[in-house]
């Protein structure tokens, strides 16, 4: 009887476990079906849309201050642009597969900066916002003058963020920079967040300096090309490289007085003692360009720092770029030239130096890369000074790349912001022009001091006065 009880029971204990099963299976089985049906409904739906208010309600929203009658004129276009000459490739060995020996890329022996590093830190900024080929040059020069390449930081201030690193600009593009060639030559990059103007990209330099610990400093404009004194007259030939490193010991040294900057040429190349420039309040960024200088430089000699001057080299200003930048490597074979000029030697017995055969054995001669320097200076200032700006206009294209910008119109928007930063100088310390000491203004009368100019007779305050 126990034994037909518990068969009895046998089929109620399987309908209890399979009722839950099936309403677990039909549970399931209507999920997926609802996904489906979503996935359906997606597909066919823009998702933005339905965030987005409709159209005409944006336009009615935006266009609210705008009377009801007001009449929109046609658009007119300009003139189109003049097709620029398209920019070759200012160091073809650095675009080979293999790419060239590390040996090859090295300064000349004479310029070679020492094994161990001096004890001194020694960074260089070089900052870069258009034309590539002039940046090449610029860096390659001061490789072949001795600097270190890992003191050697370029600041890419392009505002196209990660573009050039990830490779999606092509060379046309007046913000091309080619992140790969400068890891070849053993330089560093520093992206900055956004495009910045002068003053706004000398107070990242300051920026930097605190975040890599450096108190001190040097930055180059990209639009010149350095030489060391390599001449056979001077007893002992130096880098320029090391000579730089000779003043920054000095001022360093007890003896030196209280300082702020050290040029060489001028700002071309600068010895930056951070603190300083910081205890005066850094750059002022509402004067974004031009006059910028001026204000910070006279600050701090009101403030009392020292600023000297004085040579570590030959440091030229140009605005072309050679045939190939590598024969300031000396690379054999590669010769100082511009492109379209015939070849020309300095030897005229075969294998003399300078030479056709000489060049193809030992690499271009100090003499001939200096005499091009030197012609390449001139031409910069041919036509005048308000000509030697053209070399930052020279690539013309980029359509349709990421951050495209018209060449044209981004000149002309520098050129605005020019002259605004002129009037702001003017209007900070009540006087048009650099010579603001000579007229005896002091750093507590910014912003406190009436025009000495009349507005209405003698112009804006970019115009006029002694800029």
């Not at 073809?92 to 020996?101: A, E, F």
């Amino acid at each position: 009887m126990a034994k037909l009880k518990h068969m009895s029971s046998t089929p109620s204990r399987y309908r209890l476990l399979v009722l839950p099963l099936t309403a677990l299976f039909i549970y399931f089985l209507f999920s997926i079906v609802s996904l489906l049906r979503q996935g359906q409904y997606a597909s066919t739906e823009d998702p933005v849309s339905r965030y987005q208010l409709p159209q005409e309600t944006l336009e009615r929203e935006f266009y609210s201050w705008e009377k009801s009658d007001s009449i929109i004129p046609e658009k007119t276009y300009k003139p189109a642009p003049e097709p620029g000459i398209p920019v070759s490739d200012p160091f073809p060995l650095l675009s080979r597969n293999p790419p060239p020996k590390r040996s090859l890329l090295q300064a000349p022996k004479i310029s070679r900066p020492p094994r161990r590093h001096y004890p001194e830190q020694t960074p260089l900024f070089i900052g870069f916002t258009r034309n590539w080929p002039q940046l090449l040059q610029c860096v390659v020069s001061y490789i072949a003058a001795g600097w270190p390449p890992e003191d050697i930081y370029v600041i890419e201030n392009t505002g196209v963020m990660h573009a050039n690193r990830d490779g999606r600009l092509t060379l046309q593009n007046p913000f091309y920079l080619n992140h790969t060639q400068l890891a070849m030559l053993g330089v560093r990059v520093i992206i900055t967040p956004t495009l910045l103007t002068f003053s706004q990209l000398q107070n990242f330099y300051l920026w930097t300096a605190l975040s890599l610990n450096y108190p001190y400093f040097f930055w180059s404009h990209q639009d010149v090309l350095v030489f060391s004194n390599e001449t056979t007259t001077a007893s002992s030939p130096s880098s320029l490289y090391s000579n730089a490193v000779r003043t920054l010991r000095y001022l360093l040294s007890p003896a030196a007085p209280r300082w702020a900057h050290h040029f060489f040429a001028y700002d071309h190349l600068t010895l930056v003692h951070r603190d300083a420039v910081l205890a005066a309040g850094a750059w002022d960024t509402h004067i974004a360009y031009y006059a910028s200088d001026c204000d910070m430089y006279v600050r701090l000699m009101l403030a009392g720092y020292w600023q000297g001057e004085s040579e570590a080299g030959i440091i030229l200003d140009v605005a072309s770029v050679m045939e190939d930048v590598g024969a300031l490597l000396r690379i054999p074979g590669v010769r100082a030239r511009l492109p379209g000029d015939n070849d020309y030697y300095d030897g005229e017995e075969e294998g003399e130096y300078g030479g056709r055969e000489w060049i193809d054995k030992h690499g271009e001669t100090w003499e001939r890369l200096l005499q091009l320097g030197y012609r390449m200076e001139r031409e910069k200032y041919h036509g005048g000074n308000g000509h030697r700006n053209t070399w930052q206009r020279r690539q013309r294209g980029g359509q349709g790349e990421p951050f495209y910008r018209d060449p044209d119109g981004f000149e002309q928007g520098v050129k605005m912001f020019i002259d605004t930063g002129r009037s702001v100088f003017a209007e900070k310390w009540g006087h048009r022009g650099c010579d603001i000491a000579k007229a005896g203004i002091r750093p507590e009368d910014a912003w406190r001091l009436e025009r000495d100019w009349d507005p209405e007779n003698e112009g804006l305050g970019y115009q006029g006065g002694s800029w």
